[in-house]
């Protein structure tokens, strides 16, 4: 289990480098790959609990690190109304809870139904992208929905959850190489039937 | 719920309280630290991406290649009958630019940057550039392109930085609307993608005389940016029931951003302070 685990802190590592090697779709509506909640999204089906929390702190963490803008600046007497900046951690936050969504799913992702995950983390991702904006849109205000930010968030779940199967691939070699068991397919044939 | 999983959310929440309650300053420095970190992978994800973008480019655009050059051809014939009256005009226009001492004003020490990454982030409307620290760039500098303003930088590592763009609604800008006295506060607008995006200016009087095709300048007020950088041009007005909002077409082309221009530090210290 600690090799597994290990291996994926350093598959997030790699797919926080990775992500830098992606271009960013300006004509789908800006639509980029999200390969780094992607990882951690298949991933945190793939370990219990405790594993998945410390996945999400790394990935918050490396999120926020990454895309966070400084203060404003300026004078405040001509810029009187400041935009509200994210607070540094919030990342970290909406990451575990897509990942107990994830989580919610693993007994079919147990029984082999891995095209049930790699649907999920499309939908996951659809969700945190949908979250994150809400919580922006929350702190400065002016709720606003625009035909462009449905196509972003859509389009980016969509591009993103084509490269899951991938991600499944590495993790099962993964587990495969650290003799972690991921999937119990004897769930399939040893479930209980109730007659009443 | 298993003891260990108890210690783990135990764990996180803890971790998660110190992240929430960092400074300023240690996330400043946490961010320093990743950029200088993660940098070198920014360079060569910003070759894949440009050699990517030259290839679709290429692809897209072979076609239209012939004629275009066809159409270049008999543009070329009609530009060569106007250019003894350009020539004309350049003369005129360089004896107005001197009397208006143009050169004097808007004569910046600046830093070429190439945009290595556009759009890093989700949300936010910014560029990563391949000058950092080591080129004495610093965070609010204010970064032209050619049209005009383009944004100003935000964070600094050792040999690139993240430009936030004039189109993001958190780079604000004190502006003036050339001609008029109207004065306001310009920034971008949120979920514009896709599009070509319109700036906001706010706080102008409700019943400005402000036309389309107007001009809109900064002001130079407020510390952050020099005066007399032409920003965009009037697209609408709309008066409100206490002030006035236009709309703001901008001057720099932010599809095709490719090099922009950095003011130096000592630019920055000789603007003028907020009155």
Redesign the interface.
């Known amino acids: 289990m600690i090799g597994y685990l290990c291996s994926l802190v350093i598959l997030v590592f790699a797919a ?2 990775a992500q ?5 779709f ?5 639509a ?1 790959i ?1 390969i780094l909640p992607l990882v951690f999204l298949c991933s945190a089906v793939t370990v ?4 998945m ?2 996945l ?2 790394i990935c ?3 999120w ?12 405040p ?3 009187t ?3 509200e ?1 994210m ?4 990342s ?2 909406l990451y ?1 809870a897509m990942g107990f969504l994830m989580q919610g799913i693993q007994p079919l992702f147990r029984e082999g139904k891995w095209p049930v995950s790699a649907a999920l983390s499309g939908v996951a991702i659809f969700l945190y ?1 949908t979250a ?2 809400l919580l ?2 929350f702190v ?1 205000g ?1 709720f ?3 035909r ?2 449905v ?2 968030i859509t389009l ?1 779940s969509l591009l993103s959850m084509l490269l899951s199967p991938l991600v499944f691939w590495v993790l099962f070699k993964l587990a495969a190489l650290f003799r972690h068991t991921i999937r119990y397919e004897g769930l399939k044939t040893n479930r209980r039937v109730y007659t009443g | 719920m298993k003891p260990l999983n108890l210690v783990a959310l135990l764990l996180f929440v803890g971790g998660l309280v110190w992240a929430l309650t960092l400074s300023e300053r240690s996330v400043r420095e946490i961010q320093s630290m990743y950029y200088a970190t993660i940098s070198k992978f920014q360079r060569g994800g910003s070759e894949v991406e440009s050699t990517a973008r030259a290839f679709l480019k290429e692809v897209e655009h072979s076609r239209d290649l012939e004629m275009r050059l066809d159409a270049i051809e008999q543009e070329f014939g009609k530009l060569r009958a106007l250019e003894p009256r350009l020539r004309q005009l350049e003369i005129e226009n360089n004896e107005l630019l001197a009397a208006l001492d143009f050169k004097e004003r808007t004569q910046f020490k600046v830093t070429a940057a190439r945009v290595i990454k556009r759009q890093p982030a989700t949300w936010w409307s910014s560029v990563t550039i391949d000058r950092g620290r080591d080129a004495d760039i610093a965070p609010h500098l204010p970064v032209l392109a050619s049209g005009g303003l383009a944004g100003k930088v935000d964070l600094v590592g050792p040999n690139t930085s993240t430009v936030i763009l004039l189109t993001d609604e958190s780079c604000q800008v004190s502006v003036q609307v050339a001609g008029t006295a109207e004065v306001g506060i310009l920034s971008g607008q949120r979920g514009q993608y896709g599009e070509a995006p319109l700036l906001r200016l706010r706080y102008l009087t409700k019943d400005a005389q402000i036309r389309p095709g107007m001009k809109v300048i900064t002001t130079g007020r407020g510390g952050l940016f020099h005066p007399n950088i032409l920003v965009g041009t009037v697209e609408a007005f709309e008066p409100g029931a206490f002030d006035g909002e236009a709309f703001v077409k901008p001057s720099v082309d932010f599809q095709n951003l490719s090099i922009v221009f950095v003011t130096s530090k000592t630019d920055q210290e000789q603007k003028e302070t907020p009155e």
């Open positions: 926080c480098i830098q090697f992606v271009p960013v300006m004509s789908l509506y800006e980029r999200l219990n609990a405790g594993p929390l410390l999400a702190f918050g963490f490396l926020d690190a990454q895309h966070l803008l400084g203060p404003p600046g300026g004078h007497q001509v810029y109304e400041p935009v900046m607070m540094f951690g919030y970290i936050v575990a992208l994150e904006f922006i849109t400065r002016d606003m929905v625009t462009g930010v196509m972003k980016s």
